[in-house]
């Protein structure tokens, strides 16, 4: 008999844990060994390049192309000492995951040989064939090409005896076709942005960065489980089954003990990352079962992203070697918590203070304030935008379920900065001591902090004492696409506030007071934005719609304001990206949102027909057979009473069947209706109207048969065998 699910059990049985393949030595001997950062950059590039390429970098300038040669050359020796055969443009495509395009270094000597050899040219840009990444219609055949080139920003590293080099993605008709350059776009936004803000308060800050610290949740499942799932090798995810009697109820998995063999990959691929020069630092079982924690300490957003990108790169890769698998996707299993990617952010400055973190004294109190006051009123005015910019199906399934953030974007702030801010808001005529006593009533917050029973943990979007958390981002998403909102809404926020401060104060309104007067009208602007409550009840729900706050519960109509007039002014104004460039991201979401649920749907297909009911159908013959049987031997009384259950039970499958077959057989006419339409907002609506209802649905028959079918014969792992089995 052929059951993949029996096969894998048995394998479970005799699996032992693979030991980690992790030297014995301190983190900080082959921390960032595989990186080309400062220490490589001093060994092999003379101090003149050295200097200027650390110049460009602060800037986040490019190089020029007599520095590029340098460089290059000095990458090149660098990477062939340590083995290296092949460089790549490693950039970020919208399709969410990395790209890459292997090169080897060698050029023809001509006598029969090869040379290695890596030129500034190839080192800046390289022509990768572009025709296959989404361009949401932004390139025609004609101009199918597109460029990469070098963001010094963030090092070049090696993995698998390839030098990758991170670049940016861009059209020959100069359009972003990737995630970075707008994010490289808006963090230059916030830097002037920000700095201008400072000089309010200080001379000393010439530089402002923002910070992202990201908190990656995952499931880790046996490799043979997975093998036996069909819906998880194509989706990601499990389109059917039933709960397991024991999931996450108890909480005993929650910061428990980590199971061996997932320690042994976790030492693996932190090994792997710290080579990398990853700083993850923290791991931990989550709430559900086998699921699990890593986040890192945090870095400049960009690097950060990157970093990001890569470890979701090398877990799955170091999960292989120990025949296990890791799901990123955001909802794996229904009903059990899901995986999301909180985003923690700050704004940092040159001079290494946290403009997000309350201060020491009077003046960076009040800076604090004004940094406050920007952010809430910017999540106020574009948390549409926010929603945009983290839906996708995946995220859908968890947004608003089992201890997942809703749909509706709010910010928690806590109670002792609520209180402030109510205070603020009334305060009434500016007096000359405000300032002190803003001071009073801030100085407070950092001991308050640390105060673990004043966090909110049901929050999208919560001040965290230094740093806001932006917990609605999901755990498969590249965080690019949260982190250009929000760097852009504050940019865009802090620019306004220092037209409107600047006004005043060339009326003659003296500065503090100018500063004070905005702020306080940005608190009570943005009220309605703020919420210390339960996010996940129903009652926030009934408020936030009388609040007129929006709760959109799906990617269509989330995926909206990327396009609303709103957002194309903010970003055409910020110089960051065009109306044409906004609905090709638009398009390429819908697009992508339409895929995923036309695999779901067509996974669910085969499964139901060429699993789920064949099996139904033999058992339901043995039981067909038995009652037979049955009625050969017994009399006809003692018979009547007896099969009457069996005979039910014969019916129950029936019954579950033919729906199956009825619900399987108009999605796929939906399916085909929706395939069929050109428009892609006509076409996603209709996948989301029609061809998705029936999921639940045909669901709702299979779960049911699971539990009544004889588990011998049943094909698909369980719950239970992919939650508990270690
Ligand atoms: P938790 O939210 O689980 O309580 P922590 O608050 O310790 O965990 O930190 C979570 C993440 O926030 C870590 O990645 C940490 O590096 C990051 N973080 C801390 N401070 C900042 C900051 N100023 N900017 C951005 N991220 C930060
Ligand atoms: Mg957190």
Known sequence: MHNLRLKALELLMTRQPKKAEVPHSKISEYFGELTFGLSAMREYLTSEANKSLVESVHRGQRIKRLEADQVAAALKSWAISRGVTHYTHWFHPLTGATAEKHDAFIVPSGDGKAIENLTGGELVQQEPDASSFPSGGIRNTFEARGYTAWDPTSPAFIIDRTLCVPTIFISY????????LPLLKTLSEIDSAATAICKYFSDD???????????????????????????MMLTGRTVFGHASAKDQQLSDHYFGVIPSRVMEFMKEFEYESHRLGIPVKTRHNEVAPNQFELAPVYEEVNLAVDHNQLVMHIMQKVARRHNLRVLLHEKPFAKVNGSGKHNNWSLATDTGINLLSPGKDVNSNFRFLTFMAVVLKAVYKHADLLRGAIASAGNDLRLGAHEAPPAIISVFIGSHLSQVFDELEKYGTIKDDFKSQIDLKLSKIPEI???????????PFAFTGNKFEFRAVGSAQN??????????IVADQLKEFKKTVD???????????????????????SKLIRFEGNNYSDE???EAESRGLSNLSNSVDALRSYVSEKTIRLFEQNGILTERELYARYYIKLEN?????????RVMGDLATNHIIPTAIRYQNTLIENVKGLKDVLDNKTFVNISRNQITGIKAISDHINQIRTFVDLMTEERKKANNIEDLETQSEAYLHKVLPYFDQIRYHVDKLEVLVDDEIWPLPKYRELLFSR
């Open 540 to 542: 926030w729900i009934k």
């Open 593 to 601: 949102y339409i895929k995923v649920l036309q695999i779901e749907a």
């Open 479 to 488: 965080c690019s696409s949260a982190m250009i909102a929000l760097n852009l």
């Open 205 to 231: 800050i010439s530089n402002v960065h923002s910070t992202l610290g990201w908190e990656q949740e995952y499931f880790v499942v046996d490799e043979a489980l997975y093998q036996a799932r069909p819906d």
């Open 449 to 459: 902090k640390q105060d673990n029973t004043d966090r909110n943990r049901t929050s």
């Open 503 to 525: 006004e005043l104060i060339s009326n003659g309104t003296d500065k503090d007071k100018a500063i004070f007067q905005i702020v306080q009208g940005y608190i009570s602007d």
């Open 173 to 180: 008709t100069g359009e972003a076709l990737d995630f970075k």
